[in-house]
């Protein structure tokens, strides 16, 4: 059995941090969109008052802020861009469904982080399935996995 280091603890801390500021930044995405809210006063929302959030009882570890509003921001910026990679990567099975908001908001999150690479692909797209499995069953989770996928090998 082996001993927690401090340097693991830190690590792992610092990757919930990462993956919580995912799925705020999907949410907080959602909200934008739905509400036809600006970026800026969703994003303040969010790190003002929403730090604390919990899923089923359970308290999320407070995300990497930087990385929120990076993510939030950029998408913003690239939307055109990154709708288009998005419309080119789904499945001929799924092009003819409409791709429903949450679903969008993760691919598009997902995607935006793809396109920058500063994060290696797979653990992007890792963090991005398990913020689909908090919302969705199989099916959406694997045609997530799936644009994800072609995205990235676009994006090496």
């Given at each position: 059995m082996s001993?927690?280091?401090?340097?693991?603890?830190?690590?792992?801390?610092?990757?919930?941090?990462?993956?919580?500021?995912?799925?705020?930044?999907?949410?907080?995405?959602?909200?934008?969109?739905?509400n036809k809210q600006s970026m800026r006063s969703?994003?303040?929302?969010?790190?003002?008052?929403?730090?604390?959030?919990?899923?089923?009882?359970?308290?999320?570890?407070r995300p990497d802020g930087a990385l929120f509003q990076k993510i939030l921001y950029g998408v913003e910026e690239?939307?055109?861009e990154l709708e288009s990679v998005i419309d080119a990567n789904?499945?001929?099975?799924a092009e003819d469904r409409s791709v429903e908001p949450l679903l969008k908001a993760i691919l598009i999150c997902?995607?935006?982080?793809?396109?920058?690479g500063e994060t290696d692909s797979p653990i992007v797209i890792n963090d991005y399935l398990n913020v689909a499995?908090?919302?969705?069953?199989?099916?959406?989770?694997?045609?997530?996995?799936?644009?994800?996928?072609?995205v990235a090998t676009i994006f090496q």
């Amino acid at each position: 059995m082996s001993e927690e280091t401090p340097e693991k603890r830190a690590k792992d801390v610092n990757k919930a941090a990462v993956l919580s500021a995912r799925l705020y930044a999907v949410q907080a995405y959602y909200q934008a969109t739905q509400n036809k809210q600006s970026m800026r006063s969703v994003v303040d929302e969010y790190l003002r008052y929403r730090k604390d959030f919990e899923i089923d009882g359970i308290k999320l570890v407070r995300p990497d802020g930087a990385l929120f509003q990076k993510i939030l921001y950029g998408v913003e910026e690239r939307r055109p861009e990154l709708e288009s990679v998005i419309d080119a990567n789904l499945k001929k099975d799924a092009e003819d469904r409409s791709v429903e908001p949450l679903l969008k908001a993760i691919l598009i999150c997902g995607t935006y982080e793809l396109l920058i690479g500063e994060t290696d692909s797979p653990i992007v797209i890792n963090d991005y399935l398990n913020v689909a499995h908090s919302f969705y069953d199989r099916g959406e989770v694997a045609l997530i996995n799936g644009v994800l996928d072609s995205v990235a090998t676009i994006f090496q």
